[in-house]
Structures are given as C-alpha cells and as structure tokens.
C-alpha cells in the first residue's frame, strides 16, 4: 500500500512538473558542449511551450550576434537580443578550427541582461531561456550567467539555426534541428525595441 502511494505521489509529481513546462530533454541526451551547470535543457518546442505558459514571468535571450539576427532571421517568442560574443569592427581575426572569422566576448553581456531583466520586472532568480545558432555559445552564456548569480537558466539545445547534416544530399547544412526547421515563428523584420544597443 505504501509502495502504491509513493509511486502515485511520484506521479502526481512528474505530472505537476510536465504541467508547470519545467521539463525538458535530459542531459544524457545533451552533447557535451551544449551542457550547463544548470542541467536545464529545451528543444525548440519546449521553449516556445515554456515561454509561452509563463509569458513575461520568464526571460527569452538570443545570444547570438546582431548580424547573425539581421541575416538569418529573429525569433517571434524572443524578449531580447543581448550578443554573447560579437564581431570585432574590424574583421581581421580568423579561427581557424572553425574555419570563419574569430568572435570577441561582449564584456557588457551580464550587466546587459540584468538591465534587461529590470525593464521585465524580472530578476536572477527568475527562469531565463537562451538560444544560439546551434545551442553551444548559449550553453557558454548559461555557464557565464551561472558564475553570477543566475538560478534558473535553460539552454535551447538546437538553436535558432539547428544542426549540421553530417551526411546526405544536405551535408554541411544547417537543416537537422533548430526554431527555423520546427516551423516555430521567425521573421527577418527586427523588432528595434529587442534589439541590442551597448549603453
């Protein structure tokens, strides 16, 4: 009898959890460089489920860079653009492991987040979303909001773009996963108010 209420309180549990849009993809099914301290992850459709049940109560960050946003396109959910690493003005660093130009770390990332957690009346302690191009720069801004003081950060494993077929006609494409290729809402018209503008 014990045995049998535990289990149904579990259950009840796990439900309450499902319901809230708290529960997401475990880690064991999180690559490594996507993974955070926080072991909080979301498909594309999870975040767009969670942001939309908890509405202004929980932040959206895109941390990708205002160029990638301009380009590829921005998504409708999203509350913010706040760049995790930028493009240097002048284009002269290459990485070559990647083989693109080399990206700089945005020194005012955390002081720009909190500012704009302020204007939602949010907090640290409130849920935050990050998403990138493919979920590893948006695990590396989690890991950073972590250190100061964030308690409740999710990574959005596919990012906005997704990732990259390894083989197949579409080999090298961005076309695997990611909020473009879950038919979730984006367009390539920028809200200027989510925009990022240094202060």
């Known amino acids: 009898m014990l045995k049998q ?13 499902h319901a809230e849009g708290r529960t997401g993809v475990t880690e064991d099914h999180v690559a490594a460089p996507k993974q955070t301290p926080f072991k909080l992850y979301l498909t594309p459709v999870q975040a ?34 706040v ?13 070559d492991g990647r083989s693109t130009y080399a990206l700089v770390p945005n020194s005012d990332f955390i002081a720009h987040v909190k500012r704009v957690l302020a204007r939602m009346n949010l907090s640290v302690n409130d849920p935050v979303i990050v998403m990138c191009r493919s979920g590893d720069r948006s695990a590396n801004a989690a890991k950073l909001m972590h250190s100061a003081g964030f308690t409740e950060v999710y990574n959005q494993i596919e990012g906005f773009e ?9 080999a090298g494409h961005r076309v695997v996963n990611g909020w473009k290729n879950a038919g979730l809402q984006w367009s390539y018209r920028l809200p200027k108010a989510k925009m990022y503008f240094p202060d």
């Open 5 to 17: 209420l535990l289990c149904a309180l579990a259950l009840v549990a796990a439900s309450a959890a």
């Open 48 to 81: 767009h489920e969670l942001k939309s049940r908890l509405g202004a109560k929980a932040l959206f960050l895109d941390v990708r860079t205002p160029s990638e946003a301009m380009f590829v396109g921005f998504a409708d959910d999203t509350d913010a653009l």
């Open 83 to 95: 760049p995790y690493m930028q493009l240097p003005e002048i284009l002269n660093a290459w990485d």
């Open 162 to 170: 997704g990732d990259v077929a390894k083989d197949g006609p579409q």
